[in-house]
Structures are given as C-alpha cells and as structure tokens.
C-alpha cells in the first residue's frame, strides 16, 4: 500500500483521500482503492475516466459498505506502458484475475460506461459471485447499421485519431467537458484530475483503444447481449443520465426492454457522469437497491 504522495502532485487529496493499494498484473501495478467494510460493491470505470469520478459516490457508502474500485491498466493512476493488450475483452480478462485472486464474494457492481461490457462480461461468466448489477450510461449490444452509429464510425475511421487521442489528449480535453449536463458542469480543477491523469503522449493508449473499441468489438458486445438471460436472477438497477449526449436515453429503452424487471432512477439534469454531477442522489438510490436487494435475499418466499 502508498499514499497519494509527490508521485502524483496534482492529486487532490481533499478530493481523493483514499489509500493507494496496488494489483500486479500482466506485468504491471495496477492501482485500487479499498475502503469501508461491510457487502462488497466494486466499481467499474469507463473512459476516459477512473476511479476518481466515483469518489463522492463511495464516500457516501462507505461507512456500511466495503467499497472497491480499480484503475485500468492504463487509467487513473495505474501504469501506462506504452505497448500493451488495451482491449476491452484484455480489460475484462484482468477484472477477472483482480475479482479471483481477491476471492471477492456476493459483490455488487456498478459499472458505467465501458465499465458496462467490462463488467458484465464477467457477471456472465461468473453469476454465481455476483449479488446485484448497478448500471449506469452503458450499453451491451452491436450497434451497427444505427444511423449515429455509422456517422459517429467514419470519425473513429480517420486518421487522425491516433493524432488527436495521443498528441492532443483528446478525450479528457474535449469530449468529457461536453458529456456533461447543462446544468452540472465540472469545475476546472475537478477536469484537471482527468487530463493529468494522461500526462505524457505516450501513456494516452489506453484511451485510443477504447475508441478503436468501438469498431472493433461490436460483434462481441452482441454476443453478450445475447446471453443476457444468465443474468435474469440477479437484481438490476439502472442510474441514467437522461441528459447524456453521448449515450442518450434510447440506450436505456433497450437497457429495459432486455432487463424488464429491473429497477429505473433517472437523473433528469445529469449527462454521461451521474456520479460526477448528482452524487448525493447516486449514493440514495444505491442505497435504496442494497436495501431492497437485501429484503428479497432474506424473504421466505425466495426459495
């Protein structure tokens, strides 16, 4: 274990008071945060974020809950080799690992974003070790042949894109301040710790790839969108954004369709980050589901 030192001078600590812990894997540290006691409820970033943007959410529930929350290989404060399987499925396969080696039980995941398909790629796997889903501004499913889809696929096309990803730090600098909703705007040093968190050309690979991701794996993410129903035992809530501009309410339409018995808190002023803008109401609605989820766990009639 370390604390945030020097190591990261632009680390807020205020803001991020918790312990560094470190997970070898596939030759490299990546870093987590483990704090609280109590059901494990683990939390799963997308892009181009990490651990950070649940900070507030997991201050709010740690005092009865034991909260855990990795940084991708890639991410946040995790190492960033510059040559590296970044992939998704990669992703998915070293939450496996972490999830295993800490022989994690009766866990509950919130998972956002690329989080989503990282996340569920191993409830599918693994149902049995896990409790409930929390899913928040995600998808599981191919996307092609959708009109936004395919324009949106001409840019992920260009060129350019290794350009504006590496040189540039495109995704915290441009894309993450305009995923927001109107009213819950991030303040500049709150958008620091997502830029800083890049620093160097050569440590934004990972966030490249999840881009490519998004040509590259759409067949995957159909195919577990047909599995879904291994996963019909197991309590859903969804948390949605429902000013998102990037992942719009029509995600969570198809999210219902697939998952009609599941639990619906929608944030009306919230964008692409509900945690970010609208923790205090996250953390209620979390809250809410553990208890509920607890109820029917220990209700007579379960079995």
């Known amino acids: 274990m370390m604390t945030a030192t020097a190591q990261h001078p632009w680390l807020d600590k205020t803001e991020y008071p918790f312990t560094l812990r470190q997970f070898q894997v596939n030759g490299h540290q990546m870093n987590y945060i483990d704090e ?34 990795i940084d991708h290989i890639g991410f946040g404060l995790s190492d960033k080799p510059k040559d590296y399987d970044y ?45 409930g889903l929390i899913i928040m501004n ?59 968190s890049f620093s160097k050309a050569s440590e934004r690979n990972g966030a490249l790839a999840f881009a490519k991701s998004l040509l590259n794996d759409q067949d995957w993410f159909e195919s577990m969108w047909q599995q879904k129903e291994k996963l019909q035992d197991i309590p859903v809530l969804f948390i949605w954004g429902m000013a998102d501009p990037i992942i719009t309410p029509t995600n969570l339409k198809k999210f219902q369709e697939g998952f009609p018995d599941a639990d619906v808190y929608q944030l009306e002023a919230s964008g692409h980050f509900p945690q970010e803008e609208e923790p205090e109401k996250v953390v209620k609605a979390i809250q809410r589901f553990l208890k509920d989820e607890n109820q029917v766990l220990n209700s007579p009639d379960r079995f």
């Open 87 to 131: 992939s998704t499925q990669n992703h998915s396969h070293t939450l496996e690992q972490f999830i295993l080696k800490k022989d994690l039980q009766n866990i509950t995941l919130v998972l956002h974003d690329f989080g989503g398909p990282i996340g569920m790629a191993f409830a599918l796997k693994y149902p049995e070790r896990v409790k």
């Open 138 to 196: 995600s998808w599981l499913w191919s996307s092609k042949g959708e009109p936004e889809y395919e324009k949106f696929a001409k840019i992920l096309r260009s060129p350019l894109l290794p350009f504006l990803y590496r040189r540039l730090n495109f995704s915290p600098r441009f894309i993450l301040p305009k995923s927001f909703g109107p009213k819950n705007k991030p303040e500049s040093k709150i958008l620091k710790h997502y830029r800083k």
């Open 36 to 69: 609280g006691a109590g059901e494990i409820i683990l939390f799963v970033h997308g892009t181009p974020s990490w651990s950070f943007d649940f900070r507030k959410v997991i201050k709010g529930l740690q005092q009865e809950n034991r909260c855990m929350a």
